[in-house]
């Protein structure tokens, strides 16, 4: 009994020693692992309390929208972008907000929406933005600024109608040989778009695609042969 007892005294001292050299170590990982808990739930309470209060906004603007109510358009957009531009509804009410804009004579703000997500934007309506803002460009004769816009990586979603649309810049600037090899890029990718989809789905999306086509078609035969 004794000897058991001398053990027992022996592995006390041992957890104490260990205790006493690794204990507030130990308590300070399990401290910040608590932490990192209650962040990571309070941020993600936090994400969504945003997502759902910038949906609210971004039904607001959908309404000032329906209803050409400019102001308020622009002011549901600015609450968007200066209080939810983290969110995806900062840049689909921006986006939104520019389409009424345009649409209202209003160039100005429809450039800076537009600006904005190819700044802050992500991905599609980010690349979605880039070529709404160069055709805006075009329409303003800013040839080189709207070929900026369509410089760099595109998502392959939007691959044809960025050569598309730089081909339209370049046949403004005179360019026609550009604008060929441009138009000819856009259709190339359309079809490649058609054959990545698989038996059925790949039909109807050629048959869905074919007056886009035969628009890439056209403006490609206006400008007469290659010389």
């Known amino acids: ?6 053990e027992e005294q022996e592995q006390l001292a041992e957890m104490k020693a ?25 941020w993600n309470w936090y994400q969504r309390n945003q997502t759902a209060q910038a949906s609210m906004v971004y039904n607001v603007l959908q309404k000032a929208v329906l209803e050409k109510d400019s102001q308020r358009t622009k002011a549901a957009s600015g609450e ?22 345009f649409d209202a004579g209003d160039v100005k703000t429809a450039k800076a929406q537009l600006l904005w997500v190819v700044e802050h934007g992500k991905d599609e309506l980010r690349d979605l933005a880039r070529v709404r803002l160069a055709a805006v460009l075009l329409d303003e004769k800013a040839y080189d600024e709207a070929l900026k816009q369509l410089d760099g990586n595109v998502s392959a979603g939007f691959a044809t109608r960025f050569a598309e649309s730089r081909g339209d810049v370049l046949n403004a600037q005179g360019k026609k040989s550009e604008a060929r ?14 054959k990545t989809g698989k038996g059925k789905n ?7 695609n074919a007056p886009y086509r035969e628009m890439l078609q ?3 035969d206006a400008l007469g042969e290659s010389k």
């Open 202 to 208: 790949s039909l109807q999306d050629k048959q869905a």
């Open 1 to 6: 009994m004794a000897t058991y007892d001398l």
């Open 80 to 101: 968007l972008l200066e209080k939810f531009g983290g969110t995806t509804y900062a840049s689909l009410g921006a986006l939104t907000a520019a389409k009424a804009m």
């Open 218 to 220: 056209q403006k490609l």
């Open 18 to 42: 260990w205790w006493k050299q690794y204990g507030n170590l130990l308590v300070g990982l399990l401290t910040a692992a608590a932490i990192g808990v209650l962040v990571w739930q309070g």
């Open 181 to 194: 090899s441009a138009y000819q890029t856009a259709l190339t990718k359309l079809d490649e778009g058609d």
